[in-house]
C-alpha cells in the first residue's frame, strides 16, 4: 500500500516568507505543482514511492484543485482539523507522513499513529 503523504499549505507555504501572503492561492497552487515528482520519486529518507500525496488547503486556497499525482482537499473549517480527520480515516493501517512545522498539529497526529517531516521535505520541487 502507498505511503499516505498529507501537506499542511498553508504551515508549508507560510514557511517561507516570500511574499505568499499576496496571493495566498496562487502560493498554494506553486506548492501543489512541486508535488507531482514526489509521487513516483518519493521522499529522500522519509517515505520511498508510490506516494498518494494530499494537499489539504484552507481559506482564500480553497479553491485550489487537484492535479494528476496530488489530491487537494479543501478544509471548511481548520486546516489543522482536517488533517486530523484524514489521518484518522486514511492513515489507519499504512504508514502515513503529514508535512507541516505546526507543534500542535504534530502532536495530534503523531497520538494517531502518523510521521511528521518539516516543510522543508517538500520544499525542494521533488528534489532532496
Given amino acids: 500500500m502507498d505511503t499516505l503523504v498529507i501537506v499542511d499549505a498553508a504551515n508549508v507555504v507560510g514557511s517561507v516568507p516570500d511574499g505568499w501572503w499576496r ?8 506548492l501543489r ?3 507531482p515528482a514526489y ?20 481559506g482564500a486556497a480553497r479553491g ?3 492535479v494528476e499525482g496530488v489530491r487537494v482537499v479543501p478544509a471548511p473549517g481548520s486546516g489543522d482539523d482536517r488533517i486530523v480527520e484524514l489521518v484518522a480515516d486514511e492513515g489507519t493501517g499504512r504508514d ?17 499513529g502518523a510521521r511528521v517531516a518539516g516543510p522543508r521535505s517538500v520544499r ?3 528534489r532532496a
Fill in 33 to 35: 505543482d512541486t508535488l
Fill in 23 to 30: 496571493d495566498r492561492r496562487g502560493a498554494a497552487e506553486r
Fill in 64 to 66: 485550489v484543485t487537484s
Fill in 96 to 112: 502515513c507522513l503529514v508535512v507541516t512545522a505546526d507543534r500542535g498539529l504534530r502532536d495530534r497526529v503523531q497520538a494517531l
Fill in 124 to 126: 525542494g520541487g521533488g
Fill in 39 to 58: 509521487a513516483a520519486d518519493g521522499l529522500p529518507g522519509l517515505a520511498d514511492p508510490p506516494l498518494e500525496l494530499v494537499l489539504v488547503v484552507e
